[in-house]
């Protein structure tokens, strides 16, 4: 992808990576609009970065996401990325009974939450130039981590929803994560 000239919107902007790439593509004078639920976070981190914005946003909640397609789509008509970093990353213990909660809110936003981004965002990237759409998935993934079931379980089917979105995705120059196109090549 290239990296600059962009108009990104990046889930998962109030920390850790998504934060990191926040900052970095911002410096290259993209346009970022960073996402996340904790508004406090989301207002100090464009305070501290002049010409970024944010955007209140749950990719538990349809209504969120809806909201936040709406806003963002209204205030920057030329948005061509997507970066899917939001995620939880919490342990289990299937031992004792409470790992129900923790395993419903990990599918919940970690897989649902990327689907329905995809879902809400696609069609209106799907004929930019240069469009890009990035999901994070996990090494856990591919090396299965037994505190993290549900986090290792979901990624599997997050990794195959990039090449599917990737094999689908019709735009020459557009790519669904430059990693995931590379692979799907040899699926499509
Ligand atoms: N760190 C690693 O070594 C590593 C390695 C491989 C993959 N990953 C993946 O990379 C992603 C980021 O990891 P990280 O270590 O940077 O995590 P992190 O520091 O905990 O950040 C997680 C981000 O996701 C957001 N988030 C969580 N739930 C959300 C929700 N329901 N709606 C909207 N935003 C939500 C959080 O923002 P709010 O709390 O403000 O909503 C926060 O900005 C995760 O998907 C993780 O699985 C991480």
Known sequence: MKTTNNTMLITGGTSGL???????????GNT????????????????AHRGMESVVLDVSDPESIASAYKSVTAAHPELNVLINMAGIMLPENLLD????????????????????????FVPFLVGRDDAVVMNV????????????P?????RQPSTRTRRACACSWPTPGSRCSSWSRRRSRRHC
């Open 18 to 28: 998504g934060l990191g790439l926040a900052q970095r593509f911002h410096a290259l």
């Open 32 to 47: 970022v609009i960073i996402a996340g639920r904790r508004a406090d976070l989301l207002d100090e981190t464009v305070a």
């Open 97 to 120: 009974g409470s790992a129900l909660p923790v395993a419903e809110d990990t599918i919940t936003t970690n897989l649902l939450g990327p689907i329905r981004m995809l879902n809400a």
């Open 137 to 148: 998935s996990s090494g856990l993934a591919f090396v299965p981590l037994p505190s993290h």
């Open 150 to 154: 549900r986090t290792t379980r979901r």
